[in-house]
């Protein structure tokens, strides 16, 4: 039972341009919801994380979107560059005082190609 | 701090064979979890632990794997007998625990190829 999914395996964008990556999930109990970057023979590393309280965080050249009615969330890259080329993988996290465990369940990850 | 330190970087084994993971997480981390990545499923949690306790290891395939944790700065992970499908790359990451929308910090993996 995939709790997050991440329905696109790739993605290619040309730089300058907008980077859309999308992310479903079905546990309506997910309070936090977080997207990692990942690059080749490195772990996965933090990029920007968004309450369910919220339905926009940004951070620099990132925006993350939470539509909480439908279950979605996105993030925006823009400009997309060279470097952002990595796998994306969205996660979520039912929150400890909400009777959840400190755990992550990720989705399957998209890999975004930006191209010159 | 060094980060979350993973050994070996590559492991390559028989099928039947032993294999033992490690992990040195970061130093005050209260949580320890290990993951694999598949390209089917993605990053699948495997087991994790709070102050070294096993919390949830519901991920856990099958019997042949195991997980410690005997102190605060060491985890293994363990397949005894391995498997092709056992293949895989295994993170094991760390977090302070707590509530909120931090992330974990993960290492850098152990790519396990059984043949």
């Known amino acids: 039972d995939q709790q997050v999914k991440q329905n696109s395996p790739s993605l290619s964008v040309q730089e300058g341009r907008i980077s859309i990556l999308n992310c479903d999930y079905t546990?309506?109990?997910?309070?936090?919801f977080l997207w990692y970057k990942k690059y080749p023979a490195e772990g996965p590393t933090f990029l920007i994380s968004?309450?369910?309280?919220?339905d926009k965080n940004e951070d620099g050249r990132f925006t993350v979107f939470l539509n909480k009615s439908a279950k979605h969330l996105s993030l925006h890259i823009v400009p997309s560059q060279p470097g952002d080329s990595a796998v994306y993988f969205c996660a979520a996290r039912w929150d400890i005082l909400t009777g959840g465990g400190n755990k992550l369940t990720f989705g399957t990850g998209t890999q975004l190609k930006v191209e010159l | 701090d060094a980060g979350v330190i993973q050994s070996p970087r590559h492991e390559v084994t028989e099928m039947g064979q032993e294999v033992t993971l490690r992990c040195k997480p970061i130093s005050g981390h209260d949580y320890l979890f290990w993951y694999r990545q598949t390209m089917m499923r993605g990053l699948e949690l495997l087991i994790y632990?709070?102050?070294?306790?096993?919390?949830?290891d519901s991920g856990m395939p099958e019997d042949r794997f195991s997980a410690k944790m005997p102190n605060a700065s060491f985890s293994t992970l363990k397949i005894q007998p391995s498997e092709p499908r056992d293949s895989a790359v295994y993170f094991c990451?760390?977090?302070?625990?707590?509530?909120?929308?931090?992330?974990?910090?993960f290492g850098s993996g152990t790519r396990l190829t059984v043949v």
């Open positions: 632990f709070n102050n070294n306790v096993p919390i949830d």
């Open positions: 990451a760390s977090s302070p625990g707590g509530p909120g929308g931090y992330g974990y910090t």
């Open positions: 546990n309506s109990m997910f309070d936090y």
């Open positions: 968004i309450s369910s309280i919220k």
